[in-house]
């Protein structure tokens, strides 16, 4: 299977199961377009008469080019991958590499979109002790098996708004790294509102990563991240988010933030993160219920599709100008990407990654917390739901009968669980709308790098 497309001045062809990609001339472009559907004769004389002023024996030439290609398996290569993805995904069950501890379910904004209903997940107010954290690092360490390195992300609500605990269980954990064999990776997710000097030297000491909530222009970010006052935030928390991103050197981070139907024009708002100063970026587009008034809509989508072409045009604007920065959707290694097990099994919710709410509940990921039907188990005394389990092990690109025709699906890995769930009932569903913007992002993700690798050959 092959995806071709035009953009950024690039015919670009994709062998979706090889995983070659190819910047092509005209020629070529027209020639691998026809290749499959028709005969060698019938394709050299249409693509002939598309191009005039190419010789018939050039054209020859291109068309043994691409067989060539075929041949070496960098065209149309077969899709080999399916009889594996039960088995490979079987090879790792019960093994844990990851949880979301959901340190506060509380939080001191009022975020009219937050998918966890303002911090609570539909739920009492609560935050985690160091008993529950500790339990649930225990249990990670207990579950994964020969792995070193074990994920840990202290979420909310606004998990600073449990600091000391977070600071404990970062102590515990460094405690019995050496014993345990293991290598703890932590990431705080913050609204920024309680950073201080003692949050900015712990999180530099101790988190390999940090994501920063902020929306970009003060009307935006400030119509739905408020306070219970009503109030906006982004005054309070700008000087916050620069001087702990200075203090980090600019690197290990993520400024992510959430584009809805007020903001399809969602570039507008990464110039300005640009404008101040940072440069590890993410923009993500709202996740919602049905009819919610914050959700996209069918008429936002050709806007947003537009704004990804042209933040790709801005990457590479900067890029001449010495000014790059990073877009989280468009980090793609084309020579070293994902391993195929994860292109074809996903992210691992309810097997390799949990979420764990302040009671120690266990669920597939922090998208399900508070959906009692989803509930795993808890981190005293592990997975008993193997209903639920098995369903979310099931779940591959392959289980997915939308998926299988769809070029995107070794890049996507069969989408968020979360997400098809929400939208279809079924964790084996699928977000039609977020697929979309997918792809959209894939085409222009994989266009820069195309072009950054011309740009570095002149």
């Not at 669980?417 to 994989?446: P, W």
Request: proline residues 3%; aromatic residues 10%.
């Amino acid at each position: 299977m092959i995806h071709q497309y035009k953009l950024g001045g690039y015919n670009i062809v994709l062998d979706i199961c090889s995983g070659a990609v190819h910047a092509v001339d005209e020629v070529a472009y027209d020639i691998i377009e026809r290749f499959e559907a028709n005969d060698r004769g019938t394709v050299i004389s249409e693509v002939q008469k598309m191009h005039p002023e190419i010789t018939a024996s050039d054209i020859e030439e291109c068309y043994a080019q691409v067989v060539s290609l075929k041949e070496s398996g960098k065209l149309f290569a077969p899709d080999t991958f399916e009889p594996m993805a039960g088995t490979l995904k079987a090879k790792t069950a019960g093994v844990v590499k990851a949880l979301c501890l959901h340190i506060a379910h509380t939080c001191n904004l009022n975020c009219e979109y937050c998918f966890a209903s303002q911090g609570n997940y539909h739920g009492e107010r609560a935050v985690m002790s160091f008993e529950v954290g500790k339990a649930a690092l225990d249990f990670l360490v207990e579950n994964s098996g020969t792995r070193r390195n074990l994920e840990v992300d202290f979420f909310g609500g606004e998990p600073l708004m449990n600091f000391d605990v977070v600071k404990q269980l970062v102590a515990y954990a460094r405690s019995i790294e050496k014993e345990k064999n293991k290598n703890f990776r932590f990431t705080l997710t913050t609204n920024g509102i309680l950073i201080d000097d003692d949050v900015i030297d712990f999180a530099n000491r101790e988190m390999s990563n940090v994501v920063l909530s902020l929306d970009g222009r003060k009307e935006i970010h400030d119509r739905y991240r408020v306070d219970y006052a009503g109030n906006g935030s982004r005054e309070r928390i700008v000087p916050k988010f620069k001087k702990l991103v200075d203090a980090r050197g600019g690197k290990n981070y993520y400024m992510r933030g959430t584009f809805t139907h007020a903001n399809p024009d969602f570039l507008e708002d990464i110039k300005v993160m640009l404008d101040l100063g940072f440069t590890e970026l993410s923009m993500e587009p709202v996740v919602c219920a049905s009819g919610d008034k914050s959700e996209l809509t069918e008429e936002d989508k050709p806007i947003v599709m537009e704004q990804y072409e042209k933040l790709a045009e801005l990457m590479l604007k900067r890029d001449k100008e010495g000014k790059p920065f990073t877009f989280y959707h468009y980090m793609i290694d084309l020579t070293g990407g994902p391993c195929i097990y994860k292109r074809i099994s996903g992210c691992g919710s309810g097997t390799e990654y949990m979420a764990v709410t302040p009671w120690g509940d266990l669920y597939p990921c922090h998208q399900f917390v508070g959906d009692e039907k989803f509930k795993l188990g808890n981190v005293f005394d592990g997975v008993d739901n193997k209903e639920i389990q098995d369903e979310f092990m099931s779940c591959n690109v392959y289980s997915r009968p939308e998926c299988r025709d769809c070029w995107a699906r070794l890049y996507c890995s069969g989408g968020c669980a979360a997400n098809a769930y929400h939208a279809t009932g079924s964790v084996k569903g699928i977000y039609k709308y977020g697929c979309d913007l997918f792809r959209k992002r894939m085409e222009c993700a994989i266009m820069v790098q195309v072009a950054r690798i011309f740009e570095g050959q002149k």
